[in-house]
């Protein structure tokens, strides 16, 4: 399966932006849709956003919207996270995401906008400070 690997995260104060990116290993137009994860120390992974990779529709956690943009270079296999705004409370270990085929067996799964996500980056650590 597609292999991921998620950049651009660091630290930042409260207001600022940062913008990841997460460069697969082939072409992602078979997994339908992709994501972009979260999870804080203490709590569950959390979606924060998704993109169909073929049309380019997308769908935002009520957290981030407005504040954060998914997009995608498909010529280039990277998907983007541009984050605005970002607040402490955005602080987080930031995950990378496609949908598992129906078939695949995977360690974790999370669902969101009525796809199964189960292959993940390793992650980029993210922190706002006040």
């Known amino acids: 399966h597609v292999q991921l690997v998620e950049s651009g995260g660091g630290s930042v104060q409260a207001g600022g932006s940062l913008r990841l990116s997460c460069a697969a290993s082939a072409s992602t137009s078979s997994t339908y849709c992709m994501g972009w994860f979260r999870q804080a120390p203490g709590k569950e992974r959390e979606a924060a956003a998704a993109i169909y990779t073929s049309g380019g529709n997308t769908k935002y956690a009520d957290s981030v919207e407005g504040r954060f943009t998914i997009s995608q270079d498909n010529a280039k296999n990277t998907m983007y996270l541009q984050m605005t705004s970002l607040k402490p409370e955005d602080t987080a270990v930031y995950y990378c995401?496609?949908?598992?085929?129906?078939?695949?067996?995977?360690?974790?799964?999370?669902?969101?906008?009525?796809?199964?996500?189960?292959?993940w980056g390793q992650g980029t650590q993210v922190t706002v400070s006040s």
């Open positions: 995401a496609a949908r598992a085929p129906p078939n695949m067996e995977v360690r974790e799964t999370r669902d969101f906008w009525g796809f199964r996500f189960g292959i």
